[in-house]
């Protein structure tokens, strides 16, 4: 089956780290990737890691893949105001651009 | 920026009518995708586009069509709109299959269906 889950709600203090949590179930995908929506907007590519990888770094972001127990999560570092947005982690299917989007996490962060 | 753009930005119809909605690729994007953004959920996948063919599609009904054309633009037709029908639609835009698969977004149409 085809889903992927994540917590609705993150409030974090300014310059705290923020880790958003996601699991998947779809065993196929080739990619997994965060994006980030601001109000009325579209979203936006943050990273995305290959799935034979277990961790990605990019300056303050960081992927954590644990493929065994198909969960997904991104690490923010000093997290900023400017980071407030709905994140959504998806999941590619294997062969196809057909993305499986999660929920979303709402990210607040509080000055 | 990524290059795609859609239009309208937003719009309003009522319960039947049809709507048209537009996306233009980014040069050299030849697959297209189309998603449903309700309120307060992810976007759900309706189809994906390649070469001017339906490559994909996802859980919806077939009042749900689409084309894509020589120039790789894309437009969104949906018939006797429902009141469900009220989402913002996205436009995503990428490459040859194969690669990173990293999918360019519009910033979406905001259709409500009164």
């Known amino acids: 089956g085809e889903d992927v889950e994540q917590s609705l709600f993150l409030s974090v203090r300014e310059g705290d780290s923020s880790v958003i949590n996601c699991t998947y179930t779809?065993?196929?995908?080739?990619?997994l990737y965060w994006y980030k929506q601001e109000p009325g907007a579209g979203l936006q590519l943050l990273t995305y890691?290959?799935?034979?990888?277990d961790m990605k770094q990019d300056q303050r972001l960081t992927v954590l893949l644990n493929k065994k127990d198909k969960h997904l999560s991104l690490r923010i570092a000093d997290t900023q105001t400017g980071d407030s947005a709905i994140y959504f982690c998806?999941?590619?299917?294997?062969?196809?651009?057909?993305?499986?989007f999660g929920t979303g996490t709402r990210l607040k962060v509080l000055a | 920026e990524t290059g795609v753009t859609q239009s309208p930005t937003h719009l309003i119809k009522t319960r039947g009518q049809q709507v048209t909605l537009r996306c233009s690729s980014q040069?050299?994007?030849?697959?297209v995708s189309w998603y449903q953004q309700a309120l307060g959920q992810g976007p759900q996948f309706i189809f994906q586009?390649?070469?001017?063919?339906?490559?994909g599609r996802g859980n919806f009904p077939p009042r749900f069509s689409g084309l894509q054309f020589p120039n790789y633009s894309s437009e969104l037709n949906v018939n006797a709109l429902e009141l469900d029908d009220s989402a913002l639609y996205l436009c995503?835009?990428?490459?040859?299959?194969?690669?990173?698969?990293?999918?360019?977004f519009g910033e979406g149409s905001r259709l409500t269906v009164l």
């Open positions: 890691i290959f799935s034979n990888m």
């Open positions: 586009y390649y070469r001017e063919e339906e490559n």
């Open positions: 998806a999941e590619s299917i294997k062969e196809t651009y057909k993305y499986i």
């Open positions: 779809d065993s196929s995908s080739t990619y």
């Open positions: 040069s050299g994007h030849n697959t």
């Open positions: 995503a835009t990428s490459g040859e299959l194969g690669n990173t698969g990293e999918l360019f």
